[in-house]
């Protein structure tokens, strides 16, 4: 007979049988809740995580725009600033090179009146006199050194505030050019999203860089640069007003000295011309006199030699009339009118003589003065030609001197000089 194989090991009973099956079921039933309970927390978690993600994403995009905004903000401000601090460069070195060009005008002015100064040191003798014309020449000399000390006083101002302008320029420059930088690297930000090619993911992207600052340090920073830069612009433009009134200051104090200067050297000249022909009539009076005096003295020498004939006869005759013999010999009343004639002749010819002495003495001191008077002359010419060569050297001041042409006739240029020529230089 055959014989029944019984497979080795452990016999379950029915109820564990039936046990098994409900706990497998249970166990099924269970995961299936669980795993119904994980897909519905993941599906909240990725609804949650996604509009999450999405508001994180657009509150990011609008904090991007607002900052964004507020850079571009600032960056427009600064530009127009920049703009601004530009443009008061420009006008403070136009204003810096009229006070040079003023300056450099004052010494023109200064070597005029030096040279006319000098000029007047040829003056001889009595004329070598501390008149009204080298008083307003040294009080111009004066004025003109003051108005150059506060002129380059006025220059080094505005050169110290040009550099400030600039370094304030620069700060503008160097923060409006991060700005430019920030707004790129922003809009760049925004620009970004999930398809960009150029996205991946960095080390450490939260950490915080060397040289962060805050916010309210970050505008503080822009508003000082830009208060500076205002700060320096209202020093800039006080400092142009200042300059500007210097110039016209000076150029009306040294217009003024000029003036003055320019009619006391006049009233001097016209001065010396009423001097002169008042010499050059003595001098023709004194020859005149002279010419008279030396006639007068050839007349008196001539009646000198009569009277000397006129008395060689009265001595003839007395001297004849003294050889009459014996009692001829009387004192008879030509006797008497011969010897009173002698008399008279001999008194006549000291007279004349005395007379002559006189009228030669009177000669000499005749042309003493007329040396006098000529010497004088020459002196007061000399001095007319120099008053007139510094008329003739101021002419620069009112003509340009590539054009400047001085006269020929030292003495009577002045004629052909504008008296009321306006002061052009400043």
């Known amino acids: 007979m055959a014989s ?24 099924a039933e269970h995961q299936r809740s669980t795993s119904h309970q994980i897909r519905q927390e993941a599906r ?34 600064l530009a127009k600033c920049l703009t601004d601090i530009d443009l008061e460069i420009d006008a403070l070195t136009k204003v810096k090179e009229a006070a040079e060009d003023a300056l450099q005008a004052k010494n023109l002015c200064l070597d005029v009146a030096i040279e006319c100064l000098t000029f007047r040191e040829s003056r001889r003798d009595i004329d070598v006199v501390r008149d009204p014309v ?93 208060d500076r830069a205002d700060a320096e612009m209202k020093a800039s433009i006080d400092l142009r007003g200042a300059i500007m009134l210097t110039i016209a200051q000076t150029n009306n104090e040294l217009d003024a000295q000029r003036i003055a200067t320019e009619f006391a050297l006049r009233k001097r ?52 009339r003294t050889y009459r013999p014996h009692v001829e ?36 001191a005749l042309y003493r003065q007329l040396h006098r008077i000529q010497t004088d002359i020459g002196y007061k010419t000399n001095s007319l030609q120099l008053d007139n060569k510094c008329m003739d050297t101021r002419r620069k001041l009112v003509i340009p001197v590539e054009k400047f042409d001085p006269e020929v006739d030292a003495v009577n240029r002045t004629r052909n000089l504008p008296r009321n020529s306006q002061l052009e230089l400043a």
Do not use: Y
């Open 44 to 77: 909240a978690l990725r609804n949650d995580t996604g509009n999450q993600a999405k508001w994180d994403e657009c509150e990011t995009r609008t904090r991007l725009k607002d900052r964004i905004t507020s850079v571009d903000r600032w960056r427009e401000v």
């Open 269 to 320: 000249i016209r001065d010396m011309e009423g001097a002169l022909s008042e010499l050059r009539w003595q001098e023709k009076n004194t020859l005149e006199e002279i010419a008279e005096m030396e006639e007068e003295i050839r007349q008196l020498e001539e009646d000198l030699r009569k009277r000397t004939l006129d008395l060689k006869v009265a001595h003839t005759r007395l001297e004849t």
């Open 134 to 226: 080298e008083e307003e020449l040294h009080r111009e000399v004066k004025v003109i050194e003051k108005a150059k000390k506060e002129l380059q006083q006025r220059v080094d101002e505005a050169f110290t505030q040009l550099c400030l302008l600039k370094e304030a320029r620069q700060q503008l420059n160097c923060d409006h050019r991060h700005k430019v930088e920030a707004l790129d690297l922003d809009r760049q930000c925004l620009s970004f999203n999930v398809t960009s090619g150029n996205i991946s993911f960095k080390v450490n992207p939260t950490r915080i860089p060397d040289g962060t600052t805050a916010l309210r340090e970050w505008e503080l920073n822009s508003q000082c640069n830009k």
């Open 4 to 27: 029944l194989s019984v497979k080795p090991g452990q016999r379950f009973t029915l109820p564990d049988w039936q046990n098994n099956a409900h706990r497998i079921s249970a166990d």
């Open 329 to 364: 010999l009387c004192r008879d009343q030509a006797q008497f009118g011969l010897t009173g004639e002698v008399q008279d002749l001999e008194a006549a010819i000291r007279v004349l003589q005395q007379k002559r002495t006189e009228s030669q003495n009177a000669l000499d």
